[in-house]
């Protein structure tokens, strides 16, 4: 029987089979994973399936599957799925590789990705066993006042409050008057209204919020506008109403808070860091190959 004709074998035939005890305590396991008993069921060294000598257990289903949410019963599909696409897939990748097999594109190919990502696990273990990634708030804040082209704002920049009432609510005036001056107090009250009528509340008063983020917090949108400090906003439909209390602003075209942009400053700091090592790295690495006879130029 040649290679493309051989079955894969699957124990106990279909993996769903509602009567097969460790298919449920399997499936039991996704569904209580903290549960010792249950745990104990399953043998996760235990082969679920097999096709020409390559092996599933249960530790792998139970690795690369996520269950949250299912019912057993659609757990228990699921896990025949993913068993009958690993077998599945493995069986076209024996037949592509007969296929294919002494194409020196695909085999360069496939040379440069393995090459590639030794290389990259590889700078990956010496960044973080060599070089140190600790950037000082001295350091972020140099670079803000150094490069300030960099940080001019494409759009507003708010903190704030956001509220979503329904006009026909019986507390809609004692919602705006609280809105109107959303002191710690009010912002309790307004709070607590939210939480009893399930409506919607965002407060993000204590950071930096781009308005096309605020955008997507409110279900109506706010058409932009030039704000100002300490004012309310609203958009109203015939159903609700967006109330928008903006405490602190910046305009387009002016430059980032650095309390908004330092958090980019550092990640830019640290991949600068990391690119000279690594260049530097590979500099030394090409002097010595080349001192010791290891890289040959011709």
């Known amino acids: 029987m040649s290679k493309s004709n051989v079955p ?16 449920w305590a399997l499936v ?3 569904v209580f994973p903290s549960c010792d008993f249950v745990s104990s069921l399953v043998n996760r060294d235990k082969v679920v399936a097999e096709v020409l000598g390559k092996r599933l257990t249960e530790a792998d289903l139970y ?6 949410g299912l019912s057993p019963s659609d757990s ?11 077998a599945s897939s493995n069986l076209m990748y024996e037949l592509a590789r007969d296929e294919f097999s002494g194409n020196k594109e695909i ?16 700078e ?11 950037i000082t708030d001295d350091q972020v804040f140099s670079y803000y006042k150094e490069n300030t082209s960099l940080f001019y704002l494409q759009e507003p920049l708010l903190k704030g409050v956001v509220m979503t009432v329904l006009n026909k609510s019986p507390d809609y005036e004692v919602i ?27 407060y993000f008063n204590n950071t930096w919020t781009l308005f096309s983020e605020v955008q997507k917090r409110c279900p109506l949108p706010f058409h932009e506008v030039d704000f100002k400090n300490k004012t309310l906003y609203k958009e109203t439909d015939s159903v ?9 602003c910046v305009s387009a075209g002016d430059m980032q808070p650095f309390d908004f942009a330092k958090s980019r400053i550092r990640s830019i700091l640290t991949e600068q860091r990391k690119t000279g090592y690594l260049r530097s790295y590979r500099n030394e690495l090409y002097e010595r190959g080349v001192s010791n006879g290891s890289v040959k130029r011709y």
């Open 8 to 23: 894969y074998r699957v124990r106990t035939g279909r993996l769903g089979i509602l009567g097969n005890v460790r298919v």
């Open 240 to 248: 609700r109403t967006v109330f928008l209390y903006v405490t602190e």
């Open 107 to 122: 085999d360069s190919l496939v040379e440069s990705y393995r090459q590639s990502l030794y290389v990259y696990e590889y």
């Open 124 to 134: 990956l273990r010496l960044i973080k066993e060599h070089l140190s990634t600790q």
């Open 63 to 68: 690795r690369n599957l996520d269950l949250t």
């Open 76 to 86: 228990a599909d699921a896990i025949d799925l993913y068993v009958k696409d690993w």
């Open 176 to 202: 705006k008057l609280l809105m109107e001056s959303p002191s710690d107090g009010n912002m309790d009250m307004i709070e607590s209204y939210s939480v009893k009528n399930a409506a919607k509340f965002d």
């Open 28 to 30: 039991l396991v996704f």
